[in-house]
């Protein structure tokens, strides 16, 4: 019972922005059929496509997770540059409103695995990021790194937004842990490490302080390493 109750937050969690792009896309498109030129013909084609691409998100995300315990899931081979573009994809939206630029520096890796599994893990922690720069003025940033490393791959997220507080840099990856008071259910970053620990690899986080433009921030950074794969 207590797994079923993290899988189903979990996948309420995942499902909630594609439903938000959904909601901001129907509504765009109704704009439009009650004035004219509202919004111009490229915009309304990528609001039809924002909508394609959550339908087919949300009906994916159950399968993923559902197969989550399963020991015969199917691997294939993915790029890792290619799994980021569909995170983002996803929550354009989100970096948009918030005004969040991502300066991204992804080697094309190609690599055999579970693409879905490492998706929702990326989506995660990106979604994690964008709600902490959401309460912060200064100027937001997401920084995305991704390279091999001899016989791992590495995958680094972090951002602007002032770090985690170092009473919790140990408990974020606990279950039911969360920062976000009523807004969390603390089962996104657990269910992130178990993803990660169940391919081999290892998920960690650390505050980190750093330069970009010749301007200072500071910021969490998520590492990612995963084993380094091209078939069986």
């Not at 540059?81 to 939206?93: P, S």
């Not at 922690?125 to 003025?137: G, M, R």
């Not at 002032?162 to 840099?169: A, C, E, R, S, V």
């Not at 690899?201 to 998520?222: H, L, P, Q, S």
Request: charged share 25%.
């Amino acid at each position: 019972m207590a797994i079923m109750g993290e899988m189903i937050a979990n996948i309420a969690h995942q499902w909630k922005q594609p439903l938000n792009l959904i909601s901001t896309s129907n509504s765009l498109i109704k704009l439009n059929k009650e004035f004219d030129n509202f919004s111009t013909p490229e915009e309304i084609d990528e609001a039809i496509e924002n909508i394609d691409h959550s339908v087919k998100h949300l009906a994916t995300t159950i399968d993923d997770f559902r197969n989550f315990f399963k020991p015969n899931k199917i691997k294939s081979v993915f790029k890792i540059d290619d799994l980021l573009n569909k995170a983002f994809k996803l929550l354009d939206t989100q970096l948009k409103n918030s005004s969040i630029e991502v300066i991204s520096d992804v080697k094309e890796i190609e690599v055999y695995g579970f693409e879905n599994e490492l998706l929702q893990v990326l989506i995660n922690i990106i979604k994690n990021a964008i709600d902490e720069l959401f309460k912060i003025h200064d100027k937001k940033f997401i920084f995305i790194n991704a390279y091999r490393k001899d016989s791992i791959v590495v995958i680094r997220v972090k951002d602007t937004a002032g770090g985690i507080p170092k009473k919790m840099l140990d408990k974020v990856f606990q279950a039911y842990f969360t920062t976000k008071g009523d807004k969390g259910t603390g089962i996104g970053l657990y269910m992130c490490k178990q993803i990660i620990n169940n391919i081999n690899g290892e998920i960690r986080v650390t505050n980190v302080d750093f330069t970009y433009k010749e301007e200072k921030y500071k910021g969490a950074e998520f590492i990612i390493t995963i084993p380094f794969q091209t078939s069986i």
